[in-house]
Antibody, heavy 117, light 111 residues
Framework: EVQLVESGGDLVQPGGSLRLSCAASGFTFGAYWMAWLRQAPGKGLEFVAQINQDGSEKYSLDSVKGRFTISRDNAKNSLYLQMNSLRVEDTALYYC??????????WGRGTLVSVSS | DVVLTQSPLSLPVTLGQPASISCRSTQSLVHSDGNTYLGWLQQRPGQSPRRLIYKVSNRDSGVPDRFSGSGAGTDFTLKISRVEAEDVGVYYCMQGTNWRTFGQGTKVEIK
């Protein structure tokens, strides 16, 4: 069974940093693109960043470029999102998802990031 | 960027009756590889999104056959043939042809 478990969310002040992690199991992690998506409270879904199988290709939302960095460790079956210079508008539930066939068939339960002073 | 517009945004339905959600794109979702990467996700209250449909009309494993997807080019539809109580939630269309973007969501509730 495919499982994706996010962690690392927290309450942080504007300008602060957080590192999100996603532990994957139940599939060959290194064979798939992976992605981070987010959902602000009461709002819709937004694609944040994606990374290819060996980490050589990365793409991210314009509003997070230069602030967020996606990475992975295939030996640890883990996906990461380093978030710097956080803004109030980054407040959201952050989901890890398997990016397959230009879609997301598997999602984690999410980890909550709150940016507030 | 590709913008997806769903309608209606709120859909009160009677149990056992059909329901239909429209998703329109600002540009064709036909990819250069010939596929159309338009899918539908369901988000039940308090849960993570769950993919129902991929590439317009392909149902994911375990998805009841009362859910169906159709459409082409820029106009797509999700239909529920007979709404059940467990179908309450927000439904999103999502395109993967050009980056990844989502519609605003349609809230399905029981009348």
């Amino acid at each position: 069974e495919v499982q994706l478990v996010e962690s690392g969310g927290d309450l942080v002040q504007p300008g602060g940093s957080l590192r999100l992690s996603c532990a994957a199991s139940g599939f060959t992690f290194g064979a798939y693109w992976m992605a981070w998506l987010r959902q602000a409270p009461g709002k819709g879904l937004e694609f944040v960043a994606q990374i290819n199988q060996d980490g050589s290709e990365k793409y991210s939302l314009d509003s997070v470029k230069g602030r967020f960095t996606i990475s992975r460790d295939n030996a640890k079956n883990s996906l990461y999102l380093q978030m710097n210079s956080l803004r109030v508008e980054d407040t959201a539930l952050y989901y890890c998802a398997r990016d397959e066939g230009r879609s997301f068939p598997y999602w984690g339960r999410g980890t909550l990031v709150s940016v507030s002073s | 960027d590709v913008v997806l517009t769903q309608s209606p945004l709120s859909l009160p339905v009677t149990l056992g009756q059909p329901a239909s959600i429209s998703c329109r794109s600002t540009q064709s979702l036909v990819h250069s590889d010939g596929n159309t990467y338009l899918g539908w996700l369901q988000q039940r209250p308090g849960q993570s999104p769950r993919r129902l449909i991929y590439k317009v009309s392909n149902r994911d494993s375990g998805v009841p056959d009362r859910f169906s997807g159709s459409g082409a080019g820029t106009d797509f539809t999700l239909k529920i043939s007979r709404v059940e109580a467990e179908d309450v939630g927000v439904y999103y269309c999502m395109q993967g042809t050009n980056w990844r973007t989502f519609g605003q969501g349609t809230k399905v509730e029981i009348k």
